[in-house]
């Protein structure tokens, strides 16, 4: 067998809506099909992958350095010793030749992107659900039969006042959502604890509140806010800090208590593990938060998971950022603590499959082959026109 053809483009996910460091306005993601001439149910076998959000599309990388490097390879070199699958430990060394080690930068978003495609052809190959293919190979077998997902909004918006805030929190615990995540960091503190106890009122109670930073605190604001938000009793403080700055991180955790999370900007198994060396989490509370898609792929994710469980941690603790199937995927394979969930924004890439529900913030998998993008018909309508 062997890869025929590997094509890429980039979609637009952008939206008016804006974080504490950016807004979306223009942001862009990468979509990748790795065509097989391998035949299931009388058609090739087409994998897909796509860089989460938050990055913009690495095509101009995928273009000039990893697809080359690919097509280049002998094919016999890119599948596993007895010819009857893509190898993806093999792919991956493949795409990172002549690569130095250390500042990871945003290649590990093209090699991701990659990955995840790989991946999914992976499991259509063997015909089975990747959560499925990753338990046996790696969990003995055993799968989650369901993930613990959280809603992640909250956004600011232009002309976004409180009581919209508040419906769109509503509409979340309508759709079987318990835990719900805002963002929080744009405006003053006091203006942030007004929107926070707006959503408070809606939830109930602080255990069913994320709030997100994205990185814009410097360390006094950290503990200003943590000082001012330990009443609510949150589920978890994420991302208060820039991404690097472990010793933040780690002042923080002797100020705040509660749940703290980060880990999203991690794009390494080296950057990841000094995170948990040196950035003072805590592996009984604390929420570790790489995304696959973003970090080099599964092939890394292995490597981080096997990183922080030398360190004392349990993959429990980690709840990957994305929102996206392939994260699901390695939740319920990999046994993760969960993973994110946007109900609403980055359309088309947001969300599950079409037919499953989330109850009581709990959401099953499909029992479709691959990462399960075909039962996702919004999501795999853009992904076919790659392979048309
Ligand atoms: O706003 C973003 O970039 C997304 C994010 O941090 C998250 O989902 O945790
Ligand atoms: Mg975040």
Known sequence: MRIVE???????????????????????????????DVVRN??????YGFNSNGRYAAGGLLRERFLPRLREAKPDSLITDDGTNLDPFKIWSTMMQNEKPGGHGERSVAVGTVDMAVWDAVAKIEDRPLYRVLADRYRGGVADDKVWVYAAGGYYYPGKDDSKLQDEMRSYLDRGYKVVKMK??????????????????????????CVDVNGRFDIETAIAYGEAMKPYGLYWYEEAGDPLDYALQAELAKHYERPLATGENLFSHQDARNLVRYGGMRPDRDFLQYDCALSYGLVEYLRTLDAIQAEGWSPRRVVPHGGHQMSL?????????????????FRPFCGFADNVRVENSYVGLPDAPGIGFETKSELFAVMRKLAE
Not at 42 to 47: E, L, M, R
């Open 184 to 209: 929080i960091g744009a405006v003053p503190l006091a203006e942030d604890l007004r929107r926070i106890e707006a959503v408070l009122k809606i939830v109930g109670d602080g255990a069913n509140l």
């Open 42 to 47: 009388g058609k090739p076998v087409i994998g």
């Open 6 to 36: 590997i094509r890429e483009t980039t979609e637009s996910i952008a939206s008016p809506m804006a974080n504490a460091y950016i807004d979306f306005s223009k942001m862009t993601c990468s979509v990748v099909a790795v065509v097989t």
């Open 329 to 345: 995927n390695i939740a319920a394979g990999l046994h993760l603590g969960g993973n994110e969930s946007y109900p609403d924004v």
